[in-house]
């Protein structure tokens, strides 16, 4: 029922939105998430109405369009100030991603590094992540992101880093051997990729 209309949820956040007590906001930012996953235009419009009434009020704003970013809603990028990424005006000038080594046993870990230049004039806001498509059981891929850097930046910035990542089984993620694609996002925008190849101990 509240998933199609969450209306009654947000009328009870909206009396919460400033509580004095973390354990109530972090509670109000979940809350925020969570409708944010069925009906993403009320939470950015909520947003959109709360931003810079108070500064724990934005704390879970931010915090309650979590999901938003990471899917890189172009609405969601712009209330949190991160800077557009066009055709015409590309955010990044060269990027590259690399992985040592290439190719590696499940259990084993790898190395990733990236390089990129970010576009010349204005200061900018920018979140690098990396992201991995795994291959399921079904030998399909699925894409999960891993964030590297959130931050402003001056513009003509050269930025790189690098990223150990462990391939060991988790109780939440299972590896299968096969060719998993990695990729580097700008501002949820994929910049450059390459591969590797995961095999069976």
Known sequence: MFKEDPTPVLSILELLKA???????????????DIAKDNPALVLKTGQRWIGTHSDTDWIIRQGCRTLVRRAIPEAMKLFGYAISTEEVPLTTSASISVQPSTLMIGDSCEIQYNLDIREGETLHVRIEYGIYFIKANGKPTRKL???SDKTVPGGSHL????????????TRRHYPGQHKIVLLVNGIEVAETLLVLETP
């Open 160 to 171: 790189t880093g690098t990223r150990r990542h462990s391939w060991a089984d988790l109780t």
């Open 19 to 33: 509580d004095p007590s973390l354990y109530v906001r972090k509670s109000v930012a979940n809350n925020l998430n």
């Open 146 to 148: 891993f964030l590297l």
